[in-house]
């Protein structure tokens, strides 16, 4: 399995809403990540989560709260959401962050498009 | 400060010929990178990369080119298709900070017309 997935697919919430995107892969890899890119635009990362601890917050605000309950999994959990924050959002994961080099190739899932009412 | 820079935002180029992808970078502590193809609406898909111990790789179509020097690099994709029409974005990595954090350009856009 060579695959990141990510559900759902398509997401419209509210602004009081709270909504949870999810993210899997199984490729063993030990770093996974949060992007969230707009359109034509390079992907900005938003976290990192290193051995299933999360070692980079890039100052993302609260309303954006992110969980990885193992080593296969990571969750992206919304609420209070602005219109602004419409976008793609899309995990990758890479085998090793502290290896560098080729064990940082990051592979992505095909993204949740968000978007805020 | 953009670390990584993408100059040309689009690229035009016939089906069949040779299209040249830039990036330049500023970090001299950069030891990887890579490339990255996108499709509207889609996740970005990992093409070729290469370590800065060389100055080229390459993996059928695509070639990516380093010159460390001139802290720039180049895809080349010959010959051409028009499914190769996407966003292409480069990224570096650096082994100091071990984060696993890519720095993205802001990316081109490849037309191939048939």
């Known amino acids: 399995d060579t695959e990141v997935t990510q559900t759902p697919k398509h997401l419209v919430m509210g602004m009081t809403n709270k909504k949870s995107l999810k993210c899997e892969q199984h490729?063993?890899?030990?770093?996974m990540y949060w992007y969230k890119q707009k359109a034509k635009k390079p992907p900005e990362l938003m976290f990192v989560y290193s051995y299933e601890k999360l070692s980079i917050n890039e100052s993302v605000p609260s309303r954006f709260s992110p969980e990885c309950p193992n080593s296969s999994l990571l969750n992206l959990h919304l609420h209070a959401l602005q219109p602004e924050d419409s976008a793609l959002y899309l995990c990758?994961?890479?085998?090793?962050?502290?290896?560098?080099?080729?064990?940082?190739?990051?592979?992505f899932g095909p993204g949740t498009r968000l978007t805020v009412l | 400060d953009q670390q990584v820079k993408q100059n040309s935002p689009s690229l035009s180029v016939q089906e069949g010929r040779i299209s040249i992808l830039n990036c330049d970078y500023t970090n001299s502590m950069f030891d990887y990178f890579l490339w990255y193809k996108k499709y509207p609406a889609e996740g970005p898909t990992f093409l070729i990369s290469?370590?800065?111990?060389?100055d080229k790789n390459e993996d059928g179509r695509f070639t990516v080119f380093l010159n460390k020097s001139a802290k720039h690099l180049s895809l080349h994709i010959v010959p051409s298709q028009p499914g190769d029409s996407a966003v292409y974005f480069c990224a570096a990595s650096g082994r100091v900070s071990n984060t696993g954090k890519l720095i993205f350009g802001q990316g081109t856009t490849l037309q191939v017309k048939p």
């Open positions: 990758a994961s890479s085998q090793d962050p502290l290896a560098g080099g080729l064990y940082n190739e990051q592979f």
């Open positions: 490729m063993g890899h030990r770093a």
């Open positions: 290469i370590s800065s111990i060389k």
